[in-house]
């Protein structure tokens, strides 16, 4: 798999009546913080796991 | 893994083979100097050596059509991703129990870096993307969802077998 997203010249469009599927939060910024943390965490940058815990924490206090 | 914004200097040097033509020449000739996006790099380590992937982002929205009105919502719209060859297919070394692949760890710190700008400049609740037809179930695997699948109506069209996709921030 060469390529993953291809820029095309298309608009995203969603009819009103399917438009309640827009409202539903994923967590796919939580899980991905979540793993870029674990994958750092042996690394010696302090305060780039502090940010990345400061992420974490305010994802998850907002439910998302 | 680290990533930057695309730069010259950084890119001295460096080649870039996804094995698509279109992105590799986009890399070589584009990259830089395409006002309609901006573009990152994503490094094998903090030398900046070897280039694992490359992904442009573009504002973009989601228009909601009705009988009477159209609105849009806004969203982040990933012009480009991809991997380069040598990392296609291959378990990122620091990957937890679920072996994710560079591409994945690509993906993660992708999201870090929308998370970054509609957290803190321009405020977005949606990533769009048109999906290479062979990379539909990697991002299925990261919770979007292809328009067509979900719609009542054929509102959005697959353009040279690229799928509309979209995921909820």
């Known amino acids: ?64 | 893994m680290v990533y930057t914004l695309a730069s010259k200097d950084d890119l001295i040097g460096i080649s870039f083979n996804c094995g698509s033509e279109y992105i590799d020449k986009y890399f070589s000739e584009e990259l830089l100097d395409d006002d309609d996006a901006v573009s990152y790099c994503f490094w094998a380590d903090a030398r900046k050596q070897e280039l694992v992937g490359i992904a442009s982002l573009s504002c973009s929205g989601i228009i909601i059509r009705s009988a009477s009105s159209f609105n849009i919502t806004p969203a982040v719209e990933v012009k480009i991703f991809a991997v380069d060859e040598r990392y296609q297919h291959t378990i990122f070394p620091g990957a937890d129990e679920d072996a994710g692949h560079w591409s994945d760890y690509c993906w993660y710190y992708l999201m870090e870096i929308v998370y970054g700008i509609t957290d803190k400049h321009c405020g977005a609740g949606h990533i769009v993307l048109y999906s290479v037809p062979d990379a539909v179930t990697f991002y299925k695997r990261h919770d979007f969802k292809a328009f067509a699948e979900l719609m009542a109506m054929p509102s959005n069209m697959v353009i040279d077998g690229c799928i509309p996709m979209f995921l909820n921030l």
């Open chain 1, 1 to 64: 798999m060469a390529l993953l997203a291809a820029p095309r010249k298309g608009a995203f469009l969603i009819d009103s009546r399917d438009a309640d599927i827009l409202n539903t939060r994923s967590g796919a910024v939580l899980e991905a913080l979540q793993k870029i943390r674990k994958a750092e965490a042996s690394g010696k940058d302090t305060t780039r796991l502090r940010q990345l815990d400061e992420g974490i924490s305010t994802l998850r206090a907002k439910g998302r």
